[in-house]
């Protein structure tokens, strides 16, 4: 047996500084919704605590911040997203 703990956020059009879609929750990005208990409702509380560390990680983010129209530099975007893996 692997031991292995599952921890999934998933939500459709939401990025790590802009959101794709206009029926993202209260206009949050992943960042504001990654350690929730219930993505949609603010202020619902921590799913783990802050010193849990995964042994893996699998992310896909990204897609829905380079939206045609969105206007943001690769930095920033950058810098969001390691800012989120930290």
């Known amino acids: 047996m692997l031991e292995a703990e599952f921890h999934s956020v998933a939500w459709s059009g939401i990025g790590v500084l802009l959101n794709d879609a206009a029926d993202s929750p209260q206009n949050r990005t992943m960042p504001q919704m990654a350690r929730s208990v219930l993505g949609g409702v603010p202020g619902a509380g921590d799913v783990l605590p802050a010193s ?20 943001m530099s690769v930095a920033s975007f950058a810098a969001a997203y390691v800012e989120l893996l930290l």
């Open 52 to 71: 849990w560390r995964p042994s893996a990680l699998l992310v896909h983010l990204g897609t829905n911040d380079f939206t045609p129209g969105h206007e």
